[in-house]
């Protein structure tokens, strides 16, 4: 949700924060840049660390580029801002990919998959929402971005709670 948020109102956010649409478009293509060479980086890690403390260390990320964001007022942050969410955004994918089987077997794995694929479809639809809502509201992004925090905060605790199951005979 934060991830489809930011990426719909980026344009907007770094032009209120004083910088320009390039700026914008640059951090946009650093972020894929990042995180095509990352992606392949994480599956590696992720044979030799599990999925919940690597998903927890990418809520971490989520939260510190959220909080470099907000803090953003120079070209130099928004590219901080860029290669952060870059290294995330490419973890993030592979860890998604690999904690469904990990934790609910393959047996199911359509039915499950379907059903997060979904609810992350519905969650992707209707984030810009509240940083437009918030943006019209309070004039600045500012606000949204702080109330931001509190979900990679409960990812990160939800992740680090969540060791794999482990399968009973």
């Known amino acids: 949700m934060i991830n489809t948020g930011l990426t719909f109102h980026l344009v907007s956010i770094m032009t209120t924060s004083g910088l320009g649409i390039g700026t914008a ?27 919940h403390l690597v998903f927890a260390f990418v809520f971490a ?67 810009p929402l509240p940083f437009g809502i918030a943006f019209d509201m309070f004039g600045s992004y500012q606000e949204i971005l702080l109330l931001s925090l509190v979900f990679p905060v409960l990812g990160a605790a939800a992740c680090l709670l969540s060791p794999k199951p482990v399968k009973t005979s």
Request: with cysteine; glycine share 10%.
């Open 25 to 51: 478009a640059f951090v946009l293509s650093l972020m894929a840049a990042v995180g095509f060479p990352i992606t392949m980086l994480a599956g590696f890690v992720l044979e030799k660390v599990k999925v």
């Open 61 to 127: 990320g989520q939260f510190v580029f959220l909080v470099i964001l907000f803090l953003t007022e120079s070209f130099t942050m928004a590219v901080i801002f860029g290669l952060i969410r870059g290294m995330t955004g490419g973890i993030e994918r592979i860890c998604i990919t690999i904690v469904f089987p990990d934790y609910f077997g393959r047996r199911h794995i359509g039915k499950i998959k379907s059903i997060a694929t979904t609810v992350m479809v519905i969650g992707s639809a209707f984030a």
